[in-house]
């Protein structure tokens, strides 16, 4: 009988496409999946260490695995993986018992091995340990077809690995590496197979995805890459994330405005409308720079969906910075926004360099009231798109009702609507009709459908 699997993923979407690559390697070697913790003879836990107290997460749910252990005389093969396991590397496993193997961000193609060792000397009473250490691996290819892709119809396909921007609030060049880039020609061939496979849209990963330079191609920048991309028969969508705003190039640009298969949706990160601020987190952009960037992405795809982060709290961030931050958002309007209260990180240049002197009772009052203003500004966008007829790729049934459907719009705005399940995989022209706080409400136009049909 095969031995089951079961990977817990905690994070960003890169962690994600890092589980679905880890379950693909581990079902090669002869594993199954399972759902269920208590019927898994290995348990791989995919952390993430970019938010405050994930290291404590990680110990919590060790103890509930070795206390189920305990209880019922044997526990399952522990494997930690991900960002905090590059971070806290050994520690982990002096730490905790329950864990078999600790593998870095740069190591995951050798889990299924490890794993095997582990599972073949593993035992109630003992377990042997295998800590690959933090050395970097310069080869970043993965087997085509390998992924086991947790969405049928939309497929994440990595283009870079690691960041060399070192902006003081960030983990993850200490996590994830230094830059490395993907050969374009693999690429291209991960998102064909994705497409061969019954993907519509393709979401391009990188921690700054529009810094990417061909490594097998010198003339193939990311507005190139877009490029053949777009020329792929079958694919509907092409989106990204995260661009930095100081890598958001003209021809970026004009490729974003031109190439039909590319969505009209920018995840741009400001992080704060401070230019001072804006110093100290090291982003190397300015309130001004960032603002003229938008207008040029507005004048060239004026219905284009801005979304972004921002950070409050800062070490050193005043009143009057803050400030700075909401007139921006006022003045941006974006259709998205991920926002959180400074925390340190192990290892930045702020934890080192710099004194939390923001309460935490002022970073509450400023998210607060930062979330507020962009619930007000992302009502207002959402009502306004009532009435609109926008293609909305059919990508699942609806979290609220089983009866309904979900999709997104080229924007990457939630919409629900009733319908045929048949739908799901397509892109379909729908009617908005109710605007949500978080979501929009639509009717499938069925004179354009039979006008596709």
Known sequence: MAKKYL?????????????ERMAGLLEQAGYESTADDMDADVIVINTC???????????TRLGEIQHRG???GSRPVVAVTGCVAQQ??????????????????????RLPMLVDDAVQHHS???????????DPLEDVSFPLGIAKRHDPHKAFVTIIEGCNEFCA????????GKERMRGAAEIVGDAENAVADGAKEIQLLGQIVNHYKAPDDPSCDFAALLERLDAIEGLQRIRFASPHPRHVTPRMIDSMRR??????????????????????MRRRHTRAEYLELVARLREAMPDIALSTDIIVGFPGETPADFEE???????????????FKYSPRPNTLALKRMFDDVSEEEKTRRIVELQALQKRIQGELFAASIGRVEPVLIDSRSRRREWELSGRTSGNTVVNLSGDPVWIGQVLPVRITEANPNSLRGEAVTAFMKAEI
Not at 7 to 19: A, K, P, R, V
Not at 49 to 59: D, H
Not at 124 to 134: I, M
Not at 325 to 339: D, N, P
């Open 169 to 176: 609030f960030c983990v993850v060049p200490y996590t994830r």
């Open 259 to 280: 190439l039909p298969k590319v969505c009209r949706h920018l995840h741009l990160p400001v992080q704060s409308g401070s230019t001072s601020t804006l110093r100290a």
């Open 49 to 59: 260490s970019v938010r405050e107290k994930a290291e404590e997460k990680l110990f």
């Open 124 to 134: 109630t009473t003992s377990r042997r340990g295998a800590v690959l250490e933090l």
């Open 325 to 339: 931050t909401l007139s921006l958002a006022e003045a941006v309007r974006y259709h998205s926004m991920f926002s």
């Open 70 to 72: 305990i209880k019922s």
């Open 88 to 109: 806290e590397g050994s520690r982990i496993l002096q730490r905790s018992s329950a864990v078999d193997v600790v593998i870095g961000t740069q190591n995951i193609k």
């Open 7 to 19: 990977i817990e993923t905690y994070g960003c979407q890169m962690n994600i496409h890092d589980s």
